[in-house]
């Protein structure tokens, strides 16, 4: 078990949360720390259209000092990084729909997986999208493949984006073979992880369809999966990826087509069927009393010209096609360069570029003329390659590094790629192992992204507030605050030393003690271990994953009085919140 060494100091200026509005002037705290100035109250934004509708059913967050805890000595903070959090200056609320996560077809009926069900609700994402990525384009919900199979104008074979034709192999949203998932079946994962769904249509039904109006054809499919629904869903989205050469119906014969399409899509093309289909699934959606129902369009997360996509121009022509009939505009961000070995310091630098994707969305917007609308970035993850990454300890931090900025770009909803994929030689996107990871791991058990979104989720506040960082660029912060008054700060090491961290909470009046977690990877394969330690602790089975009882695990605490100091292990994260006067 690695040793750990914890150190974090506060310096406990004047800071309170939930002060009165006016500023109060300064007292004594019960730490026997002194308050020097006045207390400044924060005071909540406006919601960022960026946000939007994502954002209400916010709740407030109450801290509940843990029942238990394991004291711990503190150690000296000289020449400690200096990290500052200001209570008053409120960047954002914190989304509860930012914890989501991507189901797929080939996980198989996993609603009767206890494991995973558990693994699932103690994650709590909150949202779960479905079908799931490019198998979205080739999905029939309303068919089982035997009695009712897809329908006659769905060819036998498609074209990839050479022009070579191979079978369609359609999946269905009624097979009840044990390799697949049923709709149902998702509905009820759904009901049993207190969770809200993404459905994403069928689109590239609209594309290689060869009826006469296949876009008409394919929308009335989705409009009847929207009545099928009966208002369970408010969110959806038409298609996935469909910029993208990877997908069904980006090239399609022509000589079957009958409405005049061209070989390869189009972004007007695109944002023109958009509006078929959003006619008709706002229609069934007012049949069945789906009042409220979103629907969202496909845009490119980075600039048309070098996204390697296919297709250039999507977002402006896009826009200008499908004007304001969006409801929220949906991105996907694999962060890392594709199928690239990358290294630990590459990968963790990637997050920060998140304001980069969000300033291309924003110019998009803005030079189409459109509305600013809510954004939805519903798959996420890294695609480094060949040595582990993917399912690496250094694939939690950046997870716990993701959280943080996309908080801080105001996003609302996000979705990280997937729930479970397939081992790949260990280039497995998957958060559980779908039973062919080697070693004798067990099916379902959990990567090291799981127990690093756990603890985010669990030790962030309601509230998103200022943090820096001086001192070391190894150190990246992310700082929140309580309704109930707490403070909190997460704290990321990117570099491969410890780092002692000092922390000045301002606009906050401390209580008595603090509490925190300690994640950080194993000893094997560093960087890139396949396991994480939760405060000293690791996987029963030595090979991959955390602690079996990272639920219950009691966290560790000290008194704030004198300060608090922490040394944030090398490639580890600490997740920190401090207890009101």
């Known amino acids: 078990m690695k040793s750990i060494k914890i150190a974090i100091t506060i310096i406990l200026t004047s800071v309170s949360m939930f002060q009165a509005c006016k500023k109060t002037s300064a007292s004594n705290n019960s730490s026997g720390n002194t308050t020097t100035g006045p207390i400044v109250k924060g005071t909540d934004p406006a919601v960022a259209s960026t946000q939007g509708f994502f954002l209400d059913n916010w709740t407030a967050k109450t801290w509940t000092d843990p029942a238990t805890s394991i004291g711990v000595s503190k150690p000296s903070a000289i020449g400690a990084v200096n990290v500052t959090v200001d209570l008053s200056q409120i ?22 997986e206890p494991v995973l069900m558990n693994n699932i609700t103690a994650l709590s994402p909150n949202i779960l999208r479905a079908p799931g990525g490019s198998l979205s384009d080739v999905y029939f919900w309303n068919a089982d493949g035997v009695n009712v199979t ?87 989205e038409v298609g996935n990826e469909c910029y993208g050469n990877w997908e069904a119906g980006y090239r399609i014969d022509v000589t079957k087509n009958q409405d005049g399409q061209p070989a390869i899509i189009t972004g007007t093309l695109y944002g023109t069927h958009f509006k078929v289909f959003a006619d008709s699934m706002r229609a069934a959606a007012a049949e069945v009393g789906n009042t409220n129902i979103k629907i969202g369009i496909v845009l490119t997360s980075s600039s048309d010209v070098s996204n390697n996509a296919g297709v250039s121009n999507w977002n402006a022509n896009v826009l200008a096609a499908a004007g304001n009939t969006p409801d929220f505009y949906v991105v996907h961000n694999y962060y890392t360069p594709y199928a690239q070995n990358s ?83 260990g280039d497995d996107q998957g958060m559980f192992n779908i039973g062919d990871e080697p070693g004798g791991v067990a099916k379902w058990n959990a990567r090291p992204a799981f127990y690093y979104m756990y603890f985010f989720q669990k030790y962030v506040g309601d509230r998103v507030v200022a943090s ?73 089975n030595g090979i991959s994953g955390g602690p079996a009882g990272f639920a219950t695990m009691a966290p560790l605490s000290a008194s704030i009085s004198g300060g608090i100091n922490v040394v944030v292990p090398a490639y580890g994260a600490v997740f920190l919140v401090a207890d009101k006067q």
Not at 92 to 103: E, Q
Not at 189 to 204: D, E, H, K, W
Not at 362 to 379: F, H, I, L, R, W
Not at 469 to 492: M, R
């Open 343 to 425: 290294t630990a310091a590459i990968i963790l630098a990637t997050p920060q570029t998140t304001s980069a994707m969000m300033s291309w969305i924003n110019t998009s917007v803005q030079t189409a003329g459109v509305s600013a609308k809510p954004v939805a970035m519903d798959e996420w993850n890294i695609q480094a390659v060949g040595s582990n990454q993917d399912v690496s300890n250094i694939a939690g931090l950046h997870a716990t590094m993701n959280l943080g900025e996309i908080l801080k770009n105001k996003i609302s909803m996000a979705s990280r790629w997937d729930l479970a994929n397939g081992w790949g030689g």
């Open 468 to 540: 820096s960082v001086s001192g070391n660029s190894d150190i990246v912060s992310y700082g929140s605050s309580y309704t109930s008054g707490e403070a909190g700060v997460i704290l990321v090491n990117q570099g491969s030393t410890d780092h002692t961290v000092a922390v000045t909470f301002k606009n906050f009046l401390a209580g008595s003690n603090y509490y925190y977690y300690v994640l950080n990877g194993g000893t094997d394969a560093v960087p890139f271990s396949r396991q994480v330690q939760v405060n000293g602790s690791g996987p029963a």
């Open 150 to 236: 897809a329908p006659a104008d769905a060819p036998a074979t498609l074209l990839d984006n050479t022009g070579t034709a191979s079978a369609a192999n359609y999946w269905f949203g009624n097979n009840t073979q044990t390799f697949t998932v049923t709709v149902d079946n998702y509905y009820k994962v759904l009901a049993q992880t207190s969770s809200t769904g993404l459905i994403t249509v069928n689109y590239g039904y609209a594309r290689y369809g060869t009826s006469a109006h296949p876009d008409q054809t394919a929308a009335h499919l989705a409009a009847n999966w929207v009545r099928y629904d009966k208002g369970r869903t408010q969110y959806w």
């Open 91 to 112: 960047t954002t609320k914190v989304s509860k729909l930012i914890y989501g996560n991507n189901t797929n077809p080939y996980m198989g009926q996993y609603v009767t």
